[in-house]
């Protein structure tokens, strides 16, 4: 049997991730693959460190790229902070806290829930009262959450809040990182974990991580190392350091696309892209409620990088979306969960963050729409 070239089609990817690459980045992955105790490839993993650490707004020494998608820094967050019988408070307000919530269980934490339903946010008096009544070593929370178009607003008073009781704040900054502010050191989160494919526009593969000194001493308290060898963060810590030992085979054609993204970040300026975001899917709401849609999360609380729509009663959710990709190239996502069949998930992330897709797509719709 032979098998054909690959020819994909040449989609835009509107969804919740992976966003569209820029060729420049798809251009740095053909450079040829160094040895990972090459020296030209140890400078290079010092600059994306220091790239990470401009792009979180942090100084913590520990800061770099798990090998891994954006679920392999939340398992290494979690299986290196929570020991069993630690008591966990996880905000379960969409798919990825349950997720996290189910990590940290699985891990033998004592996880309690604070409980908002899909699509709403907490108030930092909530996680107050939660850890008066029940102190907890961790608090973890998702940032933007992808599954419904949520921002979580006031970090830095859940930070607070957490301090106040001596917990500590992880936050998940997966659809965050690149499109939104996202200021580690000045909120006070004490770590935090993202993903290559979204606002960063790198190909999935890597999970860009931060721990600040209080995070990484909570490590080193524990009574055992962690239960999970390939995501220890101490281990990690070394083989990202400036004299590094080897602990596995570090990803360098992914790491080589992380530091052009980053590269590209940078050079666009951290608040010009913000605001690109911000420009494109303010252009993008006001498009589908012309279109008499209405949007899911209200205007305070809507994340500008992945935005919720409800669809329509008599229209067909996932027809629309065949429609899409087929007759347009154009890709969007369903709703998960209580949200299956609901709401469409439309991405405006990184490189796929332009005007001309949002007009694309509301064109699209326009016709594909009844009436
Ligand atoms: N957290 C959030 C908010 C996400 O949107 C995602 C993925 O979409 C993840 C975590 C998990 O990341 P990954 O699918 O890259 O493992």
């Known amino acids: 049997m032979t098998y054909p070239d690959l020819n994909t089609p040449p989609r835009i990817l509107l969804g919740p991730g992976p966003s569209s690459v820029h060729p420049r980045v798809l251009r740095t992955m053909a450079t040829p693959v160094t040895g990972y105790m090459d020296p030209t490839f140890l400078e290079i993993v010092q600059e994306v ?160 991580l931060s721990l600040n000194p209080r995070g990484v001493a909570a490590i080193e308290k524990r009574s055992s190392p962690p239960p999970v060898f390939y995501l220890d963060l101490m281990l990690l810590q070394k083989q990202w350091g400036e004299q590094p030992a080897y602990h596995h085979t570090a990803p360098i054609s992914a790491i080589f696309a992380l530091r052009e993204a980053l590269r590209m970040a940078m050079e666009e300026g951290l608040e010009t892209r913000i605001e690109r975001h911000r420009r494109n899917a303010e252009a993008l709401w006001a498009g589908l409620e012309s279109l008499g849609l209405e949007l899911f999360i209200p205007p305070a609380h809507r994340l500008p990088t992945l935005t919720t729509v409800r669809v329509p009663k008599a229209v067909d959710d996932a027809a629309i979306r065949r429609r899409l990709l087929e007759e347009f190239n154009l890709e969007i996502a369903g709703g998960f969960g209580p949200l299956a069949g609901k709401i469409w998930r439309i991405g405006l992330m990184g490189h796929s963050s332009r005007r001309e897709n949002v007009t694309l797509l509301l064109a699209a719709l326009a016709e594909l729409l009844p009436g």
């Open 49 to 208: 460190r220091a790239l990470l650490q401009q792009a979180y707004r942090t100084e913590n020494d520990l800061t770099l790229a798990v090998s891994g998608t954006g679920t392999s820094g939340m398992e290494a967050l979690i299986s290196n902070l929570v020991e069993p019988g630690d008591a966990v408070l996880v905000g379960a307000n969409g798919f990825f806290g349950e997720r996290l919530a189910e990590m940290a269980r699985r891990h033998g934490g004592e996880v309690e829930r604070l409980e908002a339903s899909w699509g709403q946010v907490f108030d930092p008096a909530q996680v107050d009262a939660a850890l008066q009544a029940r102190p907890a070593k961790l608090v973890a929370m998702v940032h933007a959450e992808t599954s419904t178009g949520a921002l979580q607003p006031e970090v830095e008073a859940v930070a607070a809040a957490c301090h106040r009781h001596g917990a500590l704040l992880i936050l998940d900054c997966v659809t965050s990182l690149g499109g939104l502010p996202v200021e580690l050191d000045a909120w006070g989160v004490d770590g935090a974990y993202s993903a290559t494919q979204k606002c960063l526009s790198a190909p999935p593969g890597l999970a860009p």
